[in-house]
């Protein structure tokens, strides 16, 4: 094992290339760095240095002590850099979905890493500020998790998981206390992180609220209060928008046609998906594909 970081920049797709789940590792911009997407969850922590991070969310000067969180699929990229040092902390969609999987149910690392980057029209990208204790914390648990690359991933991913979660139960506690979106300190209901889990595991159903409460066993309204009170969305806009990511990953993974992507999301009238697609991420799905695909798919 080295200390270089495990990724691969295809075109402009940042991607794992060697079986890692997560790392950390420092980044110095100068000047402009170009607009690129990425397979996993991105959080940036500026450690030294100014600059304008630039997504479809505008632009968000950048000082020290700025942390940006984007879900996988998100464009963004960094203009008017001097000297922005990032400590960039990245992990897989494998590690959420598996040893992560449990950060639904707490309040506040739930709306860390699944609600608050869709909360509003926030696109999948959540900004916050580490003052002081929270900063030097987030700073040893990210050196403990880029120290870890030197060591064999099969033998030391509990470890990684460990250093992972003590940086993001960190952060989740800064946004907790200054994010309006966060929805406080009670713990989700059951009733919505059900309803989570039957949408995504059948994103290319034709789900309705009324059919989702009547799987529930609850009222339609009482179903959409519960549901905007953790997430800040109605269920089927929740929907939306994971089926507008999950569609994102198959065009950068995928050879599959377009129309075919649209169906197996759930939007099978092509218009639709489209503007689906365009109002989510800016671009059309072909302009996206075109863009940020890799050049050769594994």
């Known amino acids: 094992m080295t200390d270089d970081p495990p990724v691969e920049n295809t075109r402009t797709l940042l991607h794992f290339f060697d079986g890692s789940v997560a790392y950390a590792g420092h980044y110095l911009h100068e000047g402009l760095h170009p607009v690129h997407t990425h397979s996993f969850v991105e959080i940036a922590v500026v450690i030294s ?42 992990f897989s969609t494998e590690l959420l979905q598996r040893e992560l999987a449990w950060t639904r149910q707490d309040p506040q690392l739930g709306h860390l890493l699944w609600t608050g980057p869709y909360s509003g029209q926030r696109r999948g990208i959540l900004y916050t500020h580490l003052h002081d204790d929270a900063f030097t914390a987030c700073l ?31 952060l989740a506690r800064v946004v907790a206390g200054t994010d309006t979106l966060s929805g406080g300190a009670a713990g989700t209901h059951a009733a919505v992180l059900d309803a989570m889990h039957m949408m995504e595991h059948r994103p290319a159903y034709q789900w309705t609220l009324t059919e989702l409460a009547a799987e529930l066993h609850l009222a339609p309204g009482y179903l959409v209060r519960l549901f905007k009170a953790a997430t800040g969305l109605p269920p089927m806009a ?35 998906f489209a503007r689906r697609f365009k109002s989510h991420y800016g671009l059309s799905a072909s302009t996206y594909r075109t863009r940020f695909a890799r050049a050769n798919k594994t």
């Open 49 to 90: 240095g100014t600059g304008v991070h630039h997504s479809l969310a505008g632009r968000q000067e950048l000082h020290v002590g700025d942390a940006v969180l984007l879900r996988p699929g998100v464009w963004h990229g960094y203009e008017d850099c001097e000297h922005l040092d990032l400590y960039n902390c990245c």
């Open 140 to 170: 040893e648990h990210l050196d403990g998790l880029q120290k870890l690359r030197a060591l064999p991933a099969t033998e030391y991913r509990g470890d990684v998981v460990g250093h992972l979660t003590l940086f993001l139960s960190g």
């Open 238 to 272: 929740y929907l939306s928008r994971f089926r507008v990511e999950l569609a994102a990953a198959r065009l950068l993974h995928t050879d599959q046609p377009i129309n075919r992507i649209g169906e197996s999301v759930g939007w099978p009238d092509q218009n639709y």
